[in-house]
């Protein structure tokens, strides 16, 4: 089992920043490939970004793409993702998850394990 933690949530204005954390405990963090995921009210849960084992390699849907950034510390067993130039449209509940074997998957069910969600809200 792999435990899932985030946190960093809150509100700011748009064009602000928030920096999510996503505290990992259990198994072995370097064996897992991460994503965030939001999910608006009302609306799907959506991929956001992932990143590789050893964070070698990114990704991102286009629509946080040049504004979001994911990183992992594989010492601290943390996964980041800053996000800069907040617009109203990011406004979500933000969710980490781990994958055991599909690195920069965008594909809800390739996830194995999921954090409880920190809720973001950027206001207008």
């Known amino acids: 089992q792999v435990q899932l933690v985030e946190s960093g949530g809150g509100l700011v204005q748009a064009g602000g920043s928030l920096r999510l954390s996503c505290a990992a405990s259990?198994?072995?963090?370097?064996?897992?490939?991460m994503g965030w995921f939001r999910q608006a009210p009302g609306q799907e849960r959506n991929f956001v970004s992932a990143?590789?084992?050893?964070?070698?390699?990114?990704y991102y849907a286009d629509s946080v793409k040049g504004r979001f950034t994911i990183s992992r510390d594989n010492a601290k067993n943390t996964v980041y993702l800053q996000m800069n130039s907040l617009k109203p449209e990011d406004t979500a509940d933000y969710y980490c998850a781990a994958t055991r074997y599909y690195s920069g998957s965008a594909q809800m069910n390739k996830y194995n394990y999921w954090g409880q969600g920190t809720q973001v809200t950027v206001s207008s």
């Open positions: 990143i590789s084992w050893t964070g070698d390699r990114t």
């Open positions: 259990g198994r072995t963090f370097s064996n897992y490939a």
